[in-house]
């Protein structure tokens, strides 16, 4: 068992691979010292012995045992920038091994013989040769241990042998000398691999170690995608080089479309779980040079070396795959996904400005063509200007001055009056002229201004209260970030406190969208402004997902039927569905607001199936709080005319909600 464990130690059979190549590394640079040291001695001693041995032995032979030392060494040199893996360098190592033991029987023996020439002098110079070709083989060969015992038992056995066959004291003095220390040279040299040995393998568990942590480092933990930190290095990296050699390129950022909702309803286990196939999912979607990447949370990220076309089919693919069911347990989960998709051009500034176009259109996706790919085009690209002018003029814009509020009435047709007034928000700039609400929200969500937006808003909309009846209420519109930033509900609730206002008089308007961003925080604010005293409507019902269900968990006074739905009032499932949601509201016990109502007959079908708090151009448009108190009176100056809207065309309000609806 030792034997074969020795002849397997000798055949580097089971030598580990990095320490192979840690051998092989150290050889390249010592090997050609080895050869040299070798090819010098050899010319020396032939020199000393010229004219005492043959021509054969003094020319011919060292010049073959030179030729072929210098051989190898060149060898060595012009191999020393190839590179190798384990397996090349252990066979190369093999061969190094058989090729030195094949020409230190060749020197040795070459060396003994020139011993039967010349006299005392000559002999010691052969001594001294052997010697140093010993001590040369174990110094160069220190990494190769295999290499240097062989070479040190074949020079050295058939020298000691040979001191000691001669009979003369001085010669066995030198052999035996000669045998101590090079058995000591060779403890030595034993003891310097072990060390030499050990640090190799600690640098290997160590590098093993980095690259694990490098690994995970680049790796998001629930999916086992590459994160964040590892798709941005990709990005850089493609563009880097899509840039230099003219490849196409193209990024892609995928978001799930109702996984907050699922997220909500079932709690996070469900949804850790719902994002674990979702990956698995995405990791079926395949490409040339593709790097699937989840980002955060939903969303989700891939780049590609390829074109538009490519890029779209494989996003494609995964909006597809996405939208297929999940079957998490025993439920059946349907969410979907919607994805943003931008290529390089010419025009593209770096790899954050690709993202940057990718990022914008996914939202525009979400917003407009939800469940599908939108392309980066130059439509977008006027709209990014539009927005980053917007940001320059709001960043410099003296708001106080320039923000302002009108008012937009809510009449209740059973008793003509106005009961409460929505505060919509107004911004004349000097640069850009009249600005649009949804224009400069968004500017000022993105820009991280919309807390001191929201506070400014309020506090003007506060301020005309007084100048309202007593018994009309203000309505105020909050954005999704005000919903969900806790620093502005404290601040906001702070202020009404301190306008003196009697907060039931205040009515909150959420929207779905903004519930469903982080509905454990929006819950919390609507609790919060409930408990204040102040009553919370919850606008455009029906556009967002899971409605009922929100109607259910949050303390809600009232729904605003979102104007998108008016438009059907004329079809027999429109008027359905309307009255369905009022049926809905009134077992629910909640105030019902139909908004943009523009026509006479919305407000005759709608009052028909029992609907009667109305908000729209057909009663009045937003106007100033001057121009609202001017039409607060003409309406108590006609009161018949006041439940009929603007042209006295409606019907009377008084008609009950339809039980066949």
């Known amino acids: ?20 190549m840690a051998q ?3 050889l390249r640079r010592q090997v050609p010292l080895l050869y040299a040291l070798l090819a010098v001695n050899a010319v020396a001693v032939a020199y000393t012995h010229f004219g ?42 093999r061969k190094t091994h058989i090729l030195a033991a094949i020409l230190a029987v060749a020197y040795v023996a070459w060396a003994l ?39 040190t038992f074949i020079v050295t056995i058939p020298y000691l042998a040979y001191y000691l066959s001669v009979g003369n004291v001085v010669y066995t003095a030198v052999g035996l000398n000669m045998s101590l220390v090079t058995a000591v040279m060779v403890q030595v040299m034993l003891n310097n691999f072990a060390g030499f040995r050990q640090l190799v393998i600690s640098k290997g568990v160590t590098d093993r170690l980095s690259r694990e942590n490098l690994r995970m480092a680049h790796t998001d933990a629930l999916t086992a995608l590459p994160n964040r930190r590892n798709f941005f290095e990709a990005l850089r990296a493609g563009f880097a080089k899509a840039r230099e050699d003219g490849s196409p390129f193209a990024v892609g950022i995928i978001d799930l479309d109702h996984f907050k909702a699922v997220n909500d309803s079932y709690g996070h286990l469900i949804g850790d779980r719902l994002l674990e196939a979702v990956a698995e999912r995405l990791r079926q979607v395949s490409g040339p040079e593709l790097t699937m990447a989840r980002l955060g949370g939903d969303e989700f990220a891939f780049v590609v070396g390829g074109d538009e076309a490519i890029a ?13 069911p999940f079957e998490i347990g025993n439920l059946s989960l349907l969410i979907g996904a919607s994805c943003g998709v931008a290529v390089l051009t010419d025009d593209v500034a770096d790899a954050h400005d690709m993202f940057d176009r990718a990022d914008y259109v996914l939202y525009s996706s979400k917003a407009s063509n939800r469940g599908q790919v939108t392309v980066y085009s130059c439509a977008h690209a006027s709209k990014i200007h539009t927005a980053r ?15 302002s509020i009108c008012l937009q009435p809510i009449v209740n047709t059973v008793t003509g009056e106005a009961t409460a007034v929505e505060a919509l928000a107004r911004w004349h700039s000097p640069v850009l002229g009249h600005v649009p609400p949804d224009s400069f929200i968004a500017v000022a969500e993105r820009s991280g201004q919309m807390h001191d937006l929201t506070l400014l808003l309020l506090r003007k909309a506060l301020a005309l209260v007084d100048r309202l009846p007593e018994t009309m209420r203000l309505s105020f519109n909050l954005s ?20 003196g206002v009697d907060p039931a008089r205040l009515i909150f308007e959420v929207t779905e969208t903004a519930v469903i961003r982080d509905f454990k925080t929006a819950e919390s604010s609507i609790r919060l402004l409930r408990s204040l005293g102040s009553h919370i409507a919850l606008d455009d019902f029906g556009t967002g997902y ?33 009255g369905s949601i009022l049926a809905l509201c009134l077992s629910m016990k909640l105030n019902c607001v139909a908004e943009g109502v523009e026509e006479a007959d919305q407000v005759s079908t709608l009052r028909d199936l029992g609907y009667v708090n109305f908000q729209g151009y057909f009663y009045a448009r937003p106007m100033t709080i001057d121009a609202l108190e001017v039409w607060l009176e003409k309406r108590e100056a006609a009161p018949a005319r006041a439940a009929e809207g603007s042209d006295g065309t409606a019907k009377d309000a008084g008609r009950s909600f339809r039980s066949s609806v």
């Open 1 to 20: 068992m030792r034997i074969r464990k020795l002849a397997a130690w000798f055949r580097l059979h089971d030598a580990d691979s990095d320490l192979v």
């Open 24 to 26: 092989f590394e150290e």
């Open 52 to 93: 005492y041995a043959p021509i054969w032995m003094t020319i011919l032979v060292p010049g073959t045992l030179v030729i072929a030392s210098i051989a190898r060494l060149v060898v060595w040199i012009v191999r020393r920038r190839r590179r190798w893996d384990a397996d090349h360098a252990r066979r190369e190592m």
């Open 113 to 151: 013989a020139l011993n039967a020439y010349g006299g005392a002098d000559e002999h010691a110079h052969v001594a001294i040769f052997i010697a140093v070709t010993v001590i040369g083989c174990i110094l160069c060969l220190t990494n190769f241990p295999q290499a240097a015992l062989s070479v």
């Open 312 to 324: 779209c089919s494989l996003a494609g693919d995964a909006c597809a795959s996405l939208a297929e």
């Open 389 to 403: 002018q917007l940001e320059m003029a709001m960043s410099s814009a003296d708001l106080e001055a320039e923000m």
């Open 480 to 499: 999704a970030h005000d919903i969900t930033s806790a620093p502005t509900m404290v601040s906001l609730v702070a202020l009404v406190r301190r306008s």
């Open 546 to 578: 899971s409605s009922l269900s929100y109607l259910h968990r949050l303390p809600i006074d009232r729904v605003k039927i979102d104007r998108s739905f008016m438009p059907g009032y004329e079809t027999e499932a429109g008027r359905n569905l309307l």
